[in-house]
């Protein structure tokens, strides 16, 4: 009773976290997009200024509008980060354990806090005068790049065992698991097509920022209307629709566990007879006659 307690609360806490980031990245996408670029900055393509220049009187306007565009991203990539740490922890209870675990969420908020600290230092550092607005944009491409390609490494390496082991409890247990197979490889499919045109787009901007800098000193041409439209648009287009997507699959999670009484629709979360983590070792002691416990997804 007290693991299945235990469990709920593990879940719930998952699945509110879950929704959060992405009311939250909604909201802040929604702030920039409400705003007309015009009150942010006079000019349409990225141009470098410095903080307190008197001669740009709106600086701050533009290092606000990249910082609500670093969180943004931020909160968007820290979806697929609480998919990646939740299946990281299910997975190792399943291959290791006798292996000693971290509390998901406490590996969530670490990672999600370094990169928050990345902000952070980025900020303080154009606030000081050490570089512009363009360095910023160039820091945050950088690093939004090398975490797109973590994402695509991890989440190719996590279903991949996820699916193994699905498919041997479903023997073991003579359940279909289909369904959250299925779940998987959508989420699978389109996490990685996410994040590998994320990593393009900002490759290719850190890229073309830095040798354009590097030749000419400055970031002022860099971009013609048409290609920054083609860099906003594939941008925050892909953004939309991961996010629509990741929305369907949870709620197709939720509506099929409703319709079949929160049984064998899958849904893993609320209900009894939903997937349920894989017990703790301490607790295989206890049971050693009852049947393998199912997994939740």
């Known amino acids: 009773m007290a693991l299945s307690r235990s469990h709920g609360g593990a879940e719930t806490t998952v699945v ?8 939250l990245t909604s909201a802040l996408r929604g702030v920039w997009f409400v705003i007309p670029g015009t009150v942010w900055a006079p000019y349409y393509t990225p141009h470098a200024v410095m903080a307190f220049d008197p001669n740009v009187p709106r600086w701050e306007l533009e290092f606000v509008e990249i910082l609500l565009n670093g969180l943004g991203s931020l909160s968007l990539f820290s979806i697929f980060m609480l998919i990646l740490v939740y299946w990281a922890d299910i997975l190792k209870k399943y291959f290791y354990p ?11 908020l670490v990672l999600v806090g370094a990169l928050l600290m990345v902000q952070v230092a980025n900020a303080v550092l154009f606030l000081f005068g050490y570089y512009s607005t363009e360095a910023m944009a160039l820091v945050n491409s950088v690093t939004l790049s090398a975490v797109s390609v973590v994402c695509v ?8 065992r996820f699916r193994t082991v699905l498919k041997t409890l479903g023997e073991i247990n003579q359940v279909p698991t289909e369904s959250q197979v299925r779940r998987i490889v959508w989420i699978t499919v389109t996490g990685n097509l996410f994040f590998l045109t994320r990593a393009m787009l900002e490759t290719t901007f850190a890229a073309q920022l830095a040798a354009y800098w590097h030749r000419n000193g ?13 860099f906003v648009i594939l941008k925050h287009w892909s953004e ?7 929305l369907y699959i949870l709620q197709s999670r939720f509506t099929s566990g409703i319709a079949g009484g929160g049984g064998d629709g899958g849904s893993g979360v609320g209900g009894n007879n939903g997937y349920q983590a894989v017990p703790e070792t301490d607790d295989l ?7 393998p416990k199912k997994l939740s997804v």
């Open 153 to 160: 490494c991890e989440i190719t390496i996590f279903s991949h």
């Open 240 to 246: 939309l629709a991961i996010l629509a997507l990741m």
């Open 218 to 230: 400055s970031v002022a041409e860099t971009f013609s209307h048409s290609t920054w439209d083609a």
């Open 16 to 23: 509110t976290a879950f929704y959060s980031l992405i009311l």
């Open 285 to 291: 002691d206890d049971a050693e006659d009852t049947p």
């Open 98 to 108: 006798d292996a000693r675990r971290s509390k998901p969420m406490i590996t969530f």
